[in-house]
């Protein structure tokens, strides 16, 4: 993976994830997707208890980096940023991506349909991290999947905006400190 592969599916992950989305709640009698995007829960109270949970996980997932053996989740994730070679501006814009597309589709629609910790479970599965052959990897992938739920316990009680904004700065978090360890 490269900078621009990166790119493309970070823009496909906003706007695709999104239009998923919206195509998915259009046959929905229950939920509409401008409902979902509503401004009702976008306030200051669930946007910092959003970034409070993405912090708190991002540093218990640096932590967990740290401390599984041999590093090798470490040494894979420097190795697809070494490609990757992404300036700040290129973090926060993955970030955000990620943090709005992901949350839109999996928290806002699927979570609906196949209950959260089903969602976390499919989202941490999607990403490749529940690896039966790596050790390493699916005690992350574990980890992940609560990271994930918590998410889901964000939009469920505080709206779909303290779930992005939780994702995002987890997102900015690892990014970040794969950035500042190259």
Sequence with gaps: MNRKSLFHLSIFTLFGFS??????????????????LSFKHFNTKSLAIGLGIGLL??????????ILPNGKLDKLMQRIM???DPQWHHVVFYSFCAG?????????????YILLWPTAIIFV???????LKDKTMFIYGVFLI???????????????????????IYDVIMFGYLKLKK
């Excluded at 239009?19 to 509409?32: E, K, R, V």
């Excluded at 996980?57 to 740290?66: C, E, Q, S, T």
């Design 82 to 84: 070494e490609e990757v």
């Design 19 to 36: 239009l998923l989305a919206y195509i998915i709640l259009h046959f929905n009698d229950s939920l509409d997707f401008w409902q979902l």
């Design 146 to 168: 609560f990271v994930s739920g918590s998410f889901g316990y964000l939009h469920k009680f505080l709206g779909i905006y303290a779930a992005i904004s939780a994702h995002f």
């Design 100 to 112: 709005v597309g992901e949350e839109i589709l999996f928290r806002g629609v699927i979570q609906d």
């Design 57 to 66: 996980g991002g540093g218990l997932g640096l932590l967990l980096i740290k």
């Design 125 to 131: 599965l999607i990403h490749g991290y529940l690896n």
